[in-house]
């Protein structure tokens, strides 16, 4: 009786290129997912032309043939963490003699071009490379259940191909350990820069877009441009609702206010991981500059605990990126 | 071509140029760094305008 493979033998492969035009053949880093792989993407369309009968014309292809990923989510590995930084973020700033901080920068400007690669999930002798990537976003949660903090991923590139590379040793939650909220120290302030710890956020998601949009050409086979969008944000979070203050500061221009107004108060929001296996590595998300708005909650028959809807509206902050990552682990060199 | 300090003798910088070249990593082990080519002061610049960062401008060296 034949037998039908599972579908969680997979890895995932990343690599910086040089340039452009330099594909890489071996990976970089090698990890699991939670869900998402890069996919080879094609339009078909027919051609509508009239016909002797009534039926359908012949299809053709459109000739923007390149991958995409859009839906990864990895475990945060304190390694692999920081080369998907640097694919969004332009510039790494490394100091430190061990364990080493990263600190990433430049939001907006060009970004280095990756290639990912993955084996078959069947199995055996068809190994995917894809070829020049470009970052299309990452998006970083938790929630109240634990684990690693999730780290969403999306990159549009060029061409996929069949072709061979060598592996790198994959990432492990067991060996290598993980990012995770539990136990680090999560701060928010509606109406400050300066956040303070909290203790009742059940949950949040930040996510960083930057559409990257393939560009088919009259007389291309596949897709040699890629464009560049603009970067936006969203940010949310669940909190166990205690206070008044982020639902008043929304509607009336401050915590404390009473009447409507036109004011927007804005805060900070500082999210720290600790590491599961090595004490001295973190990562860390500051949002310097967040108006916090609270959509007030609906009464609840079934007594289900009171819990507050936050939307964060991201502004330019006074100096430095939007939302700043510093990644502190062990790799002693600049990504 | 520009040169840039930092006082921080640990640091090392790597960039992306305006085409997505890879660029560095530029090390400050000397707390001065002339760059090479335009695409190193693509990424040097960058730093030095922002405040936050501890690489800064060499004023001594401008004409």
Not at chain 1, 215 to 231: E, M, P, Q, R
Not at chain 1, 297 to 302: I, K
Not at chain 1, 309 to 324: E, I, L, M, R, S
Not at chain 2, 10 to 27: D, Q
Request: charged share 15%; hydrophobic share 35%.
């Amino acid at each position: 009786m034949p037998i039908v493979s599972p579908s969680n033998n997979y890895i995932v492969g990343i690599a910086k290129q040089t340039n452009e035009a330099t594909v890489n053949t071996v990976e970089e880093y090698g990890a699991p997912v939670f869900s998402g792989t890069p996919l080879p993407m094609e339009g078909m369309d027919r051609v509508a032309v009239t016909d002797a009968s009534a039926i359908d014309g012949d299809p053709f292809k459109l000739g923007d043939q390149h991958w995409e990923a859009s839906n990864l989510v990895f475990p945060s590995f304190g390694l692999h963490m920081g080369r998907l930084l640097f694919s969004l973020y332009p510039t790494d700033t490394i100091s430190g003699a061990g364990p080493y901080t990263h600190t990433y920068s430049g939001l907006g400007l060009g970004t280095t071009w990756q290639t990912m690669f993955h084996t078959d999930i069947l199995g055996g002798a068809v190994e995917w490379t894809y070829e020049a990537g470009q970052c299309a976003g990452m998006s970083f949660s938790a929630d109240e259940n634990g684990g690693p903090l999730r780290v969403g991923y999306q990159i549009v590139g060029k061409r996929p191909t069949v072709a061979s590379y060598t592996n790198a040793t994959p990432q492990s939650t067991s060996t290598d350990g993980y990012f995770t909220v539990k136990g680090a120290v999560l701060k928010y302030e509606a109406d400050s820069a300066t956040p303070a710890t909290e203790l009742n956020v059940q949950s949040f998601n930040l996510a960083i877009t930057r559409p990257v949009t393939p560009l088919a050409t009259a007389d291309g086979l596949s897709v040699a441009y890629l464009g560049i969008g603009k970067v936006s944000f969203d940010f949310s979070m669940t909190l166990l609702k205690d206070d008044h203050e982020m639902v008043r500061g929304a509607f009336f221009g401050a915590v404390g206010g009473s009447t409507p107004s036109n004011t927007i108060p804005t805060g900070s929001v500082e999210i720290n991981c600790v590491h599961t296996i090595t004490g001295g590595h973190s990562f860390k998300l500051t949002i310097p500059k967040v108006a916090l708005f609270e959509t007030p909650p609906e009464p609840d028959p079934a007594a289900s605990p009171l819990t507050a809807a936050v939307t964060g509206y991201v502004f330019k902050p006074a100096a430095g990126d939007h939302v700043q990552p510093i990644l502190i682990n062990a790799r002693s060199t600049a990504y | 071509m520009p040169t840039y300090i930092c006082k921080d003798k640990t640091v090392s910088v790597s960039g992306s140029g305006p085409n997505g070249e890879a660029i560095g990593p530029i090390s400050f082990k000397t707390g001065s760094y002339t760059t090479k080519d335009v695409n190193e002061a693509w990424v040097l610049d960058h730093l030095a305008l922002d405040a936050m960062s501890k690489v800064s401008f060499d004023e001594s060296k401008e004409a």
